[in-house]
Every structure is written in C-alpha cells, then in structure tokens.
C-alpha cells in the first residue's frame, strides 16, 4: 500500500510516515553524461563511451527504482482499515468460491510476508492496527474464523496477511501460488505458509502469475494487492489484468487500492475495459496521511459477490463506512 508507505533506503525515521511521497535515489544523469559531454567538447566524441554512460544510467536508474519498491514493508501496515476492507472481502469471496468441492486456484501477484505480529515494533510505531482491526469486535465471519485460528497457532498478538487467510480457509485440494519479490519478506513468507498445497515463488508477480496461468484448477482468484509506490503502478494493473483475463478468462480478481485525495485510482478505473463490481469504504485513519479509504474492483465477481461486499460493509463497522459513489 503506497499511503503510509515506509522507505527504509537512507531514511533517517523508518518508521515515519511519508504517505504520497516516493523515495526514489536515482543516480545523477549530469554525473553519467560527464565524460561523454568533456569528449564532445573536446572534439574526440567516443560514443561507445556515451552508450556505456547510458547503459550505467538506466540500470542505475531501474535499480534505484526497483529498490525503492522494494523497500515497502507491510508489517508497519498490517490490520489498519484498508487491511480490514481488504480481508473481510477476501475471506468472504473465499468462502463463495468454495462451495462445491471441485478444487480452486488461488494466486497473489504482491503476497507480504503472510502473517505479522501487531505486538512488534513496527506496528506499534504506527499504531495503525489500532484504527483497523483493533478498533472492533468481528462478528461471525470468514475473517473472524482466519484471525481465530491464526491466534491459535501463534498467540494474541497474531495477524493473518492475505495469503495466511487463503491457506487457512482453503481445503487440500484447492492450490496457492504466492508471488513476493522481497527477499526478507519472501523468506518470512516461505516460512509461514509451508504446506503440500502451496507454492511460494520469489518472482516478479505479474511476471509469475501471468506465466502460471491459466492454471489446474481452472476456476480460482487472483488477488493484486500492490503498495502503489510509483504511480505507474495504476495503468500497470489495469493493462495486466486484461493480460491475465485473455490467457485466464474463467478467473475471478479482486484488486485492491488506496484512495487518495489526489484520485490516482481513477487511472487504474478508466484503464479498464472490462465489467466490474466496485466497493470503496471510507474510514478514519490518523497515521496514514493521504488515505482517505480503500477501493476494491471484482472481475469475473461469482454469483453472490453483492451479497458478500454488503456483509463486509457491516462486519467492518464502525471502522468501516459506506462511500456512495
Ligand atoms: C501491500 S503488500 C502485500 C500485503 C498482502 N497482500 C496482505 O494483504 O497481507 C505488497 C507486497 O508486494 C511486494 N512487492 C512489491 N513489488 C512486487 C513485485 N513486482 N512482485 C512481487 N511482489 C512485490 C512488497 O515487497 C510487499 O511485500
């Protein structure tokens, strides 16, 4: 989730909040062009010099980007409201797409670290669970059934991320495919979701999911639950999900995302060219500047996914607010 984003890459309070701005450290293109403009000046133009100056520049440049991505860490985020929208729905379509029981394909493009501790220093610096999960009592529910399970195992002070969710509420026959491309988070993720019917894959994820599909079961979710870092990241999603429904058509996908007060979701929304259910919430969050409520898109919505939406809408009160749209 890009609000409340934390960039760890040289910044002096990791744990403050810097939502809506982007840490990126790039390398200087005046430093990299240098000796190509000194050669030019000097009338010896070396241009195998200027394209190795180029070269430097981009990778430079891409490895910056990809750094800065990956320094997002969910744990400083995880059970806030958005959290809370997010995984009532999860658990709750779940639920739907398991009724019978033909076996189901869940994948996730962007996974976390599959379960965090809410009693850890990084979520006690935001204190963000406390607005979210915190700051109500469940009623029966999908989600009330995960968390109680995952406290179980793993004491009070447990959160389950999306993929512990999915683990914990799917049966031996359903498959997971979980994509996270940050290493420490990878290896947390690995460990927390052992298991013969899970595979964890420390891969790009649109690259990943995309090369997976369509997979054995055919019928399944894909959940795309970037942190929106860079603002590119909206057309992204929506270009990828029209990339995944040609070679996936039978998928459903839920997408999650932030909304904020300069109204980037709207790229994401306008770039797709397909029939969607749509269900924002609004909700009070004093850390996460910037955030004003979260959104979630459903394409290919199974039968019942209205139904499902309203009861999220009252499990997650009073955090939780309906968003007329
Ligand atoms: C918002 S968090 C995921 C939270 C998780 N879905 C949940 O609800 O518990 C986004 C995660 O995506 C990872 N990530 C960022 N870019 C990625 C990419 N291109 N492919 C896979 N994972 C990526 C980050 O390291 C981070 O752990």
Redesign the pocket.
């Given at each position: 989730?890009f609000p409340g984003g934390h960039y760890h890459l040289g910044n002096p309070d990791p744990g403050r909040i810097q939502s809506n701005r982007i840490r990126v450290f790039t390398t200087q293109p005046e430093a990299a062009f240098a000796p190509a403009i000194a050669f030019g000046l000097c009338g010896e133009f070396n241009w195998s010099g200027f394209a190795l100056d180029l070269f430097g520049l981009v990778i430079g440049r891409s490895k910056a980007l990809s750094s800065a991505?990956?320094s997002?860490q969910?744990a400083y985020h995880a059970g806030n409201p958005a959290?809370l929208h997010?995984?009532l729905a999860l658990a709750e379509l779940l639920g739907l797409l398991i009724r019978k029981p033909r076996g189901i394909s869940y994948m996730?493009?962007?996974?976390?670290r599959g379960r965090y501790d809410l009693g850890a220093a990084e979520s006690r610096k935001t204190g963000e669970a406390n607005e979210g999960i915190n700051a109500l009592a469940l009623p029966d529910c999908p989600l009330r059934s995960a968390i109680g399970k995952t406290r179980a195992r793993f004491g009070d002070a447990a959160y389950p991320?999306?993929p512990l969710i999915a683990q914990t509420l799917l049966r031996e026959q359903d498959r997971l495919h979980l994509?996270?491309?940050?290493p420490a988070?990878f290896g947390a993720l690995r460990k927390a979701l052992r298991s013969e019917n899970t595979a964890v894959h420390h891969r790009?994820?649109?690259e990943g999911v995309l090369s997976l599909s369509p997979p054995r079961p055919r019928k399944g979710l894909v959940?795309i639950?970037?942190?929106y870092e860079v603002k590119t990241e909206y057309a992204k999603v929506a270009d990828f999900t029209h990339r995944l429904m040609r070679k996936w058509p039978e998928a459903t996908v839920m997408i999650w995302y932030p909304l904020l007060r300069a109204g980037q979701h709207e790229e994401l929304l306008a770039g797709l060219k397909l029939k969607y259910i749509r269900h924002e919430v609004s909700f009070d969050l004093l850390g996460g500047e910037g955030m004003q409520g979260s959104g979630l898109v459903l394409v290919n919505a199974p039968y019942g996914s209205d139904a499902i939406l309203e009861r999220v809408l009252s499990s997650g009160q009073p955090v939780l607010r309906h968003l007329p749209r």
């Open positions: 989730m991505m990956l997002y969910h959290d997010k995984h996730e493009t962007h996974a976390g991320g999306s994509m996270e491309l940050h988070e790009d994820g649109y959940l639950d970037p942190s």
